[in-house]
């Protein structure tokens, strides 16, 4: 039947010198997974996590691909690789990788096991970025290779090392291995050391906010912009602001790596004087209620 797409998931992955290992793989031993709902009572991580797949895979990628592990061995027996995908709106999926089935670890009971799957390598440059059709007459979550997946759109969230691209300071939004990533990137430290910035901090997992602000202070020598203020916080997640080092020093780093997120409100100029930047500052410290119901304390 002529096709009605200008390409497959399958010609986009295989054939392309991603992987040679994957390029020569039996067909008839690759399989199509589709992610969806929560994660199920009986798995072996849901003391840990019981909420959204997608969300697990967002938050806590390595307890993602813990729970990915655990396979029923009927679905396994004759299955070298794993083409995975995250169901979005409708019948659309969300490209997540290529991963290799080294065989089962150890039996879980009642005919699941816990195999060795890991990721593999020459695919990042489509991972996250590459959405498809699934099919509404299809919807069974695994599938044979050979049941062509129309690519609906390849888009654009950042580049191969999971930094995203700059586009203006309004637009910033970074979690904290983004944030480490971006204050050690060349382009990135470009913009940040050129400008100061009044930035807020919102911690997804209540809703609380900080508000800080950036600007030169002659007595520390601090000069260079957002990114002197950042990279303390790429570094400790807190910054030094009080109510934030109270908050990880009970619940540890991995609440910042998990809750913890940087935008910028309003950009300044590279010579903005004290009293201007702590002006503005205080103005959306007001505009927010950061003092009473978030982190500012003052």
């Given at each position: 039947m002529e096709k009605n797409y200008i390409i497959s998931i399958q010609d986009l992955l295989k054939g392309r010198n991603r992987n040679a290992a994957f390029d020569k793989a039996?067909?008839?031993?690759?399989?199509?997974?589709?992610?969806?709902?929560?994660?199920?009572?009986?798995?072996?991580?849901?003391?840990?996590?019981?909420?959204?797949?997608?969300?697990?895979?967002?938050?806590?990628?390595?307890?993602?691909?813990?729970?990915?592990?655990?396979?029923?061995?009927?679905?396994?027996?004759?299955?070298?690789?794993?083409?995975?995908?995250?169901?979005?709106?409708?019948?659309?999926?969300?490209?997540?990788?290529?991963?290799?089935?080294?065989?089962?670890?150890?039996?879980?009971?009642?005919?699941?096991?816990?195999?060795?799957?890991r990721e593999e390598e020459g695919f990042k440059v489509l991972k996250d970025k590459v959405v498809i059709e699934w099919g509404k007459g299809t919807l069974s979550w695994m599938q044979n290779w050979t049941t062509e997946k129309e690519v609906k759109r390849i888009e654009q969230k950042g580049d191969i090392d999971g930094i995203p691209p700059f586009s203006r300071y309004e637009d910033v939004i970074l979690n904290l291995a983004q944030l480490r990533k971006v204050v050690e990137n060349k382009d990135w430290k470009s913009k940040l050391e050129s400008l100061n910035c009044v930035y807020l901090i919102l911690d997804k997992a209540t809703g609380k906010q900080y508000v800080g602000v950036t600007y030169k202070d002659v007595r520390l020598g601090v000069k260079n912009g957002i990114l002197s203020r950042w990279t303390e916080y790429a570094s400790t997640g807190h910054g030094?602001?009080?109510?934030?080092?109270?908050?990880?020093?009970?619940?540890?780093?991995?609440?910042?790596?998990?809750?913890?997120?940087?935008?910028?409100?309003?950009?300044?100029?590279?010579?903005?004087?004290?009293?201007?930047?702590?002006?503005?500052e205080t103005l959306y410290k007001e505009k927010f209620g950061t003092r009473e119901t978030g982190y500012n304390e003052n």
């Open positions: 039996n067909e008839k031993r690759i399989k199509l997974i589709r992610h969806s709902g929560n994660v199920m009572t009986n798995s072996i991580i849901y003391k840990d996590y019981d909420g959204p797949v997608y969300k697990l895979y967002l938050t806590n990628y390595e307890l993602f691909l813990k729970w990915q592990q655990e396979q029923a061995d009927s679905r396994m027996k004759d299955v070298d690789y794993l083409i995975v995908f995250l169901a979005e709106e409708g019948c659309e999926c969300r490209f997540i990788g290529v991963f290799r089935n080294y065989g089962p670890l150890k039996s879980t009971g009642k005919g699941v096991s816990v195999y060795d799957i030094n602001n009080k109510m934030l080092v109270d908050l990880l020093s009970k619940k540890g780093i991995d609440y910042a790596e998990k809750n913890f997120q940087w935008t910028i409100l309003e950009t300044l100029p590279l010579n903005v004087t004290p009293k201007v930047a702590i002006d503005r």
